[in-house]
Nanobody, 125 residues
Framework: QVQLAESGGGSVESGGTLRLSCVVT????????MGWFRQVPQNQREGVAA???????MYGDSVKGRFTISQDNDKNTLYLEMSSLKPEDSAMYFC???????????????????WGQGTQVTVSS
């Protein structure tokens, strides 16, 4: 069982920066996939960034070069550093985990097993 708790969302102006955090609580120490997704009403959940079990990082096309995913294993925390934010980045952001699946492709969110409650990010123009 994995529990995830996001924080760090808020309101920022276009071009600004935010850092999201996700505290991970679990019994096992085995490597898992960790990721960030976002969702706006009426749309599917979109893959933003992920770290696979080998530490390889992946990004959605819309955030490449602007967002950075990282993890601090000592603090059991996953981060998403977001810079050069745009109004279209506004969404509810979710932290996710899975024992083996790390995909960010369209519809891939369905295969991730564990989710946080989400944290809202709003970017004003």
């Amino acid at each position: 069982q994995v529990q995830l708790a996001e924080s760090g969302g808020g309101s920022v102006e276009s071009g600004g920066t935010l850092r999201l955090s996700c505290v991970v609580t679990r019994q096992s120490s085995s490597r898992i996939c960790m990721g960030w997704f976002r969702q706006v009403p009426q749309n599917q959940r979109e893959g933003v960034a992920a770290i696979d079990r080998n530490g390889n990082k992946m990004y959605g096309d819309s955030v490449k070069g602007r967002f950075t995913i990282s993890q601090d294993n000592d603090k059991n925390t996953l981060y998403l550093e977001m810079s050069s934010l745009k109004p279209e980045d506004s969404a509810m952001y979710f932290c996710a985990a899975d024992a083996s699946y790390c995909g960010l492709n369209i519809g891939g969110y369905k295969f991730w097993d564990y989710w946080g409650q989400g944290t809202q990010v709003t970017v004003s123009s």
